[in-house]
């Protein structure tokens, strides 16, 4: 007559940010009863595959009736891409440089074709633009969801104004000369 509750070891298989779904896996130390939802590898093994954070605790049963309760937590899946907005330091025509911030949703890594941008902290970077540019800037969340924003400026004027003079009279006159 067996009255020794099954022990279990529970195992996640990633608990960092994933964009991943993530198995977790039961094992006991003896031959289980089915469990519902769970795949059953052989008679002491089950794994459930996750796509969403989950804080659960089940019952399993050895073959004799023995119950035992069985914690597990999923957390880190993050399938959602981050996002971000841009500001300009300057809206207005201006012949200066155009600061750019961008402020994301979420901690992120540029892309490396973004160029150099200064980490302010708290998710917020800055790059000084010369010179008008359009160009999409391309990061990732740290489970490795991807997002991108695009810088726009094009109200950067370095050109010289040039300016044509006419009279009204080119030969002498004693009156005035518009």
Do not use: H, M, R
């Amino acid at each position: 007559n067996d009255t020794v509750l099954p022990t279990a070891d529970v195992t996640v298989s990633s608990e960092a940010n994933t964009n991943e779904d993530v198995t977790v896996t039961i094992k006991a130390s003896e031959a289980l009863k089915e469990i519902a939802g769970w795949t059953k590898i052989d008679d002491t093994t089950f794994t459930k595959i996750f796509s969403e954070n989950v804080e659960e605790t089940i019952t399993v049963e050895d073959i004799s009736g023995n119950k035992k309760e069985v914690s597990y937590k999923v957390e880190g899946i993050d399938k959602v891409a981050p996002t971000a907005t841009v500001t300009y330091s300057k809206t207005e025509p201006t012949n200066g440089a155009v600061i750019v911030t961008l402020t994301a949703s979420e901690a992120i890594t540029l892309d490396k074709t973004a160029g150099t941008w200064l980490d302010k902290g708290g998710n917020v970077y800055q790059k000084s633009y010369p010179q008008n540019k359009v160009q999409e800037i391309k990061f990732k969340d740290l489970a490795g969801n991807e997002g991108s924003v695009t810088v726009t400026i094009e109200n950067i004027d370095k050109v010289e104004p040039t300016a044509t003079v006419t009279y009204s009279k080119t030969e002498p006159t004693n009156g005035a000369v518009i």
